[in-house]
């Protein structure tokens, strides 16, 4: 069955354009994540960890590709295990900080 122009389907992200084409909605999925902003201050001022993506897509695009590394957690995991988790994927290696101190 289809919608009227310009009404989404219930429960779907398209819906229909002013001329008659699907579009996907601006609506995003809701998705959680967490991450870690490790940063130290030295005297010319603080320094932040920065991670760039990996894979085809990414090769030769740095320009507002950098962020903290940081990744999706689902139903079941805490936020710290999975920041914690995303860190030491980027380290290769866990940090030698005990979890309270951040």
């Known amino acids: 069955m289809q919608s009227?122009?310009?009404v989404a389907q219930s429960g779907s992200a398209l819906g229909w354009g002013p001329s008659g084409r699907r579009f996907k909605s601006c609506l995003p999925d809701i998705?959680?994540?967490?991450?870690?902003?490790?940063?130290?201050v030295i005297v010319d001022g603080p320094q932040v960890l920065l991670v760039h993506p990996g894979g085809p897509f990414w090769t030769k695009k740095d320009l507002g590709a950098w962020s903290i590394p940081?990744?999706?957690?689902?139903?079941?995991?805490?936020a710290l295990a999975c920041a914690l988790r995303e860190l030491e994927e980027e380290l290769g290696a866990a940090p030698a900080i005990e979890a309270e101190a951040l």
């Open 4 to 6: 009227p122009r310009g």
């Open 31 to 40: 998705r959680t994540s967490a991450g870690i902003l490790l940063y130290r």
């Open 70 to 78: 940081k990744g999706e957690y689902g139903d079941g995991e805490e």
